[in-house]
C-alpha cells in the first residue's frame, strides 16, 4: 500500500486548508484511514480518523469543531477539511492505515497503523 499526502502550505490564522490522501497498491474501503500530526520535538499525535463506511468519526480534543475528515472509497482517499486554524497547528501531517480491523480504541494510537504516507507541511502564521 502507498499513501500519497498533499494540500499542505503556509496559511494565515484563521484560514483553511484541505489535505488529501489517496492511497494506491490495494483497495482501503473497509479499513479505518486516519490523519496525524507532529510538530518538531514533539512525538506523533492522533488528529482524525474515520471508518470505512464514513459513519464513524472520531477527534483530538484540539481539532474537534475545526477539522473534519471525510472518505471517498471509490477513490482510496481520505480528506481532511481544516478551518480555522492556529500557529499550534503548524507540524507535519500524515496519513495512515492500519491495515486490519482496529477498535476505536486503537485508532488513537500510531503504533495500530501499518502504512504511512510521506507527509504534508502544514504551516500557520500568527
Known amino acids: 500500500v502507498q499513501l500519497q499526502a498533499s494540500g499542505g502550505g503556509l496559511v494565515q490564522a484563521g484560514g483553511s486548508l484541505r489535505l488529501s490522501c489517496a492511497a494506491s497498491?490495494?483497495?482501503?474501503?473497509?479499513?479505518?484511514m486516519g490523519w496525524f500530526r507532529q510538530a518538531p520535538g514533539k512525538e506523533r499525535e492522533f488528529v482524525a480518523a474515520?471508518?470505512?463506511?464514513?459513519?464513524?468519526?472520531y477527534y483530538a480534543d484540539s481539532v474537534k469543531g475545526r477539522f473534519t475528515i471525510s472518505r471517498h472509497n471509490a477513490k482510496d482517499t481520505v480528506y481532511l477539511q481544516m478551518n480555522s486554524l492556529k500557529p499550534e497547528d503548524t507540524a507535519t501531517y500524515y496519513c495512515?492505515?492500519?491495515?486490519?480491523?482496529?477498535?476505536?480504541?486503537?485508532?488513537?494510537?500510531?503504533?495500530?497503523?501499518?502504512?504511512w504516507g510521506q507527509g504534508t507541511q502544514v504551516t500557520v502564521s500568527s
Open positions: 495512515a492505515v492500519p491495515g486490519r480491523p482496529i477498535t476505536t480504541t486503537q485508532v488513537l494510537s500510531p503504533g495500530e497503523y501499518d502504512y
Open positions: 497498491g490495494r483497495t482501503l474501503g473497509s479499513y479505518v
Open positions: 474515520i471508518n470505512w463506511s464514513g459513519s464513524g468519526t
